[in-house]
């Protein structure tokens, strides 16, 4: 069969305008519902022990957008479009806001580990190293100066530990003072100067333009391992969390039930507020999880818990939605279970 040159232009147009559609990257992030993974294959404490139900993290999926993408964003609910840059910031690429996500899953960790084995009364110990530098905005003071993965250990003759010590100190100062920050880079320690200034996005808050994260080693007995893959961000703090001292303690907290749940959780046991909680409502009632864990963020009208217990009524699920505000709140609920 023969083509006329009319109909492979024809052809050659039809390709170009279905490749755009679908493969063009436009400046809009969508998110939508993702998934709700049982975390038994994600969480192994050394022998511990087994439940009959399952602890679920849940995630929403999110990506560039491209023009189909972007239409059936418009026409779905529970998927939201956002300008690009109110999701990574002008000067961050793919790359480094994907490793910030992934840094932020680390530090959640952590955290989850610290929070249960202190409730399961098992061996800890913490040791602090430092401030971690996740990422350097360009453009700000630390920009050329300071570098992805430096390890902050001192600024102006002070030790740094912690990254809420670094940040109050910063606050104390203002723009145009020069602080004198020692870091680790390379295993090598060296010393750099920076000028601070105000950011007025920020309410004009001093600083030098970095993301960090405490460097902390947390030493536990018996072991545990997370195998999260490229799972990011810190929201499954929370169910991290239960589902280790679930592992840690002879009785079975899920009581045979598929538990879901979401919430960032700090050294200290607290759940704080998630992005996106709407499409993971949606995402454990897909995979017919029965109780939904939501921060309460201490009764707030707007709170986690809130838009979760409206978007149950939106879906007509008879799934439990469950304030709390700290791991305790959960790990209460769920003792009482029959």
């Not at 190293?129 to 993965?149: F, H, N, Q, R, T």
């Not at 589902?243 to 704080?272: F, P």
């Not at 707007?302 to 439990?320: F, L, P, R």
Request: aromatic share 8%; net charge negative; charged share 25%.
């Amino acid at each position: 069969m023969k083509f006329t040159k009319r109909q492979i232009l024809y052809l050659v147009i039809v390709v170009a305008i279905a490749f755009f559609l679908s493969a063009y990257k436009l400046p809009y992030y969508i998110y939508k519902p993702g998934g709700a993974d049982a975390l038994n294959p994600i969480v192994s404490v050394e022998d511990g022990y087994k439940s009959e139900g399952d602890m679920h993290l849940v995630t929403v999926r999110g990506g560039q957008a491209t023009p189909i993408q972007y239409l059936w964003a418009k026409l779905l609910p529970h998927q939201e479009i956002y300008p690009i840059e109110e999701i990574r910031p002008e000067g961050i690429s793919e790359d480094e806001y994907f490793h910030v996500q992934l840094q932020m899953m680390e530090n959640s960790q952590e955290a989850s580990k610290v929070v249960a084995y202190k409730a399961a009364k098992e061996d800890i110990t913490i040791e602090y190293d430092g401030v971690y530098v996740v990422s350097v905005i360009e453009g700000m003071p630390a920009d050329g100066i300071l570098k992805m993965g430096d390890r902050i250990i001192g600024i102006d003759g002070n030790e740094i530990k912690e990254s809420q010590e670094l940040i109050e100190f910063i606050e104390n100062k203002k723009a145009g003072d020069e602080i004198s920050i020692e870091v680790v880079r390379d295993n090598k320690t060296i010393t750099e100067n920076i000028t601070l200034k105000a950011f007025e996005q920020l309410d004009n808050k001093v600083g030098i333009g970095i993301q960090l994260v405490t460097d902390r080693r947390v030493k536990v007995d018996p072991k545990v391992d997370f195998s999260s893959g490229s799972i990011g961000g810190p929201s499954a703090g929370l169910m991290f969390s239960l589902e280790i001292y679930d592992q840690l303690t002879e009785k079975d907290l899920t009581h045979g039930y598929q538990i879901a749940g979401t919430g960032e959780i700090d050294y200290e046991g607290n759940v704080m507020r998630i992005g996106g909680i709407d499409k993971k409502v949606i995402a454990a009632d897909k995979e017919g999880c029965k109780i939904f864990f939501a921060p309460n963020e201490n009764g707030a009208a707007d709170s986690n818990y809130e838009v979760a217990k409206k978007t149950a009524g939106e879906i007509g699920t008879d799934m439990k939605i469950v304030p709390v505000d700290t791991f305790e709140d959960a790990l209460t609920y769920l003792q009482k279970l029959e």
